[in-house]
């Protein structure tokens, strides 16, 4: 598209909003036991103050069919879009913001009702505040979108960090939603989900990789230790030296992102997370995955990154739940190239064929397993969003 950094239109999509009831059912058949979907504020609310009554219905139909088939639905209100009226009036910036979104989530309680436990508010707000303050800079000086034609592919390395305000601005509004859900008296577990980057010093490089990492994610763990959860979402490494960022190695085997294939990234955020967010603050996988056409690395990805995660089990992180990214292959940052998908779709039938990575994926969450023969953490679940 001229003057835009998406390759592709998203177009119909998966369809997903009329063929949730088959999704759900086939995630079911397959032996999965949650289902992560978010709420798209722009729907319940297209003008500012004028709720929609038939999106309200249409997402808690979708609530009350993952309850019926027997899916843990794991919400997130805030998935990167926000309504054009809220953006147009200065988005996260605007002196009400927080205010605005705590408002829009009393309306999701209705959504929500008593069937949900667990509420994301915000999805990645580390990487929110990198966009937005990406395009604030680039508005000021007239330069094209500093994100590039990768998108969000390049923002875990050499990228200017957030902007503090718009950090500040992001953690009010969780804040904010928070004190709504915890008021609503449901007894909801409320976090939001963070994106971990495993940034890894180089010898010597200890204290620049804290100084770079701090901005761009640990404030955002530190955010988080007055909640009940926090939503770890990784995918790869980032090698640190002390100028900063350091390219992939020569001989990385590399995704369809680009990203480095390094499964044990897993563990090692679920321990910094662990570490940083401190005792208390419990720890749901709410992303982990490859885009990949190979679907024998989807698996052996997988797998290892699984037994990352029960080694850091072991070591005592508290993790209440694993949900891989993504169920389908999706519209992922402006294409449909990079499949992260168990499940493929056919762009013109919509038809969901299940992966042999599904398959196998399912039969770890229907036995309960995990590889390495570890116990699964009490009360946890595997699921595919």
């Given amino acids: 598209m001229p003057d ?9 999509a998966l369809d997903s909003s009329h063929r949730w009831p088959e999704d759900m059912d086939l995630l079911c058949r397959l032996g999965f036991n949650a289902y992560r979907f978010s709420v798209e504020w722009a729907r319940i609310e297209p ?40 953006s147009a009036r200065g988005g996260w910036l605007a002196e009400d913001a927080a205010a605005k979104f705590a408002a829009y989530a009393r309306v999701a309680v209705e959504i929500l009702g008593d069937e949900v436990r667990y509420v994301a508010t915000i999805n990645e707000p580390n990487m929110v505040a990198l966009l937005v303050s990406a395009r604030r800079r680039a508005a000021s000086d007239d330069s094209a979108h500093s994100g590039g034609s990768t998108g969000i592919a390049g923002l875990g390395r050499d990228v200017a960090a957030p902007e503090a305000d718009v950090t500040a601005a992001l953690v009010r509004a969780h804040r904010a939603a928070s004190g709504v859900l915890g008021d609503a008296g449901r007894g909801y577990l409320v976090g939001w989900t963070v994106a971990n980057q495993v940034y890894q ?5 200890e204290e620049a990789t804290a100084a770079y990492a701090r901005p761009r994610e640990t404030v955002f763990i530190e955010a988080a230790r007055e909640d009940d959860w926090i939503g770890v979402q990784v995918y790869t490494r980032h090698r640190v030296g002390p100028d900063g960022p350091l390219p992939l190695p020569d001989d990385a085997e590399t995704t369809l992102m680009g990203w480095e294939f390094y499964p044990q990234a897993l563990g090692e955020a679920v321990r910094e997370t662990a570490r940083v967010a401190g005792p208390g603050v419990a720890i749901l996988v709410t992303e982990n995955g490859i885009a990949t056409s190979d679907d024998t690395r989807r698996i052996a990805y997988t797998e290892q990154a699984l037994a990352s995660l ?33 499940i493929a779709v056919d762009r013109e039938t919509f038809a969901r064929t299940p992966k042999p990575s599904a398959r196998w994926l399912g039969s770890l969450a229907r036995e309960g397993s995990l590889p390495c023969a570890a116990p699964a953490p009490a009360g946890a679940s595997r699921a595919a969003r």
């Avoid at 009350?64 to 209100?77: F, I, N």
């Fill in 4 to 12: 835009s950094v998406l390759p592709e239109r998203s177009g119909d």
């Fill in 47 to 86: 003008e500012e103050g004028h709720v929609s009554r038939a999106a309200v219905a249409h997402y808690r139909a979708m609530v009350l069919g993952a309850r019926a088939r027997g899916l843990e639905p794991v919400v997130t209100l805030h998935h990167f879009s926000s309504p054009r009226w809220f």
């Fill in 201 to 205: 010093p180089e010898p010597g490089a």
């Fill in 310 to 342: 029960v080694t850091a089990i072991r070591e005592g992180a508290d993790v209440r739940g694993y949900l891989h990214w993504t169920a389908l292959d999706n519209y992922e940052w402006g294409s449909y190239r990079p499949t992260f998908g168990l």
